[in-house]
């Protein structure tokens, strides 16, 4: 099952990775991020975890282009 992700919740991931990475990671950009996953999660009707684990793949396991 493909999940679609709107483009904001992957900026919201990617500054949270990066945010991580860093050691750096805000209480507001986790918030941000969680509220995001689930809103989408109730909107979608799929669960939260789904979609939580979607969105990690996609931000921090993703597939290199080809090219």
């Known amino acids: 099952m493909s ?3 709107p483009d904001e919740l992957i900026a919201l991931e990617r500054r949270a990775w990066e945010e ?4 750096k990671l805000t209480v507001d ?5 969680q509220d995001a996953v ?4 109730k909107a979608a009707g ?3 975890y789904t ?3 979607a969105l990690k793949k996609a ?3 993703a597939e290199p282009a080809e090219g």
């Open 51 to 53: 979609v939580e684990m």
């Open 29 to 33: 950009t986790a918030s941000a991020v």
């Open 59 to 61: 931000v921090r396991h």
């Open 38 to 41: 689930t809103a989408h999660a």
């Open 20 to 23: 991580i990475q860093a050691q």
């Open 46 to 48: 799929i669960s939260r």
């Open 3 to 5: 999940i679609e992700l």
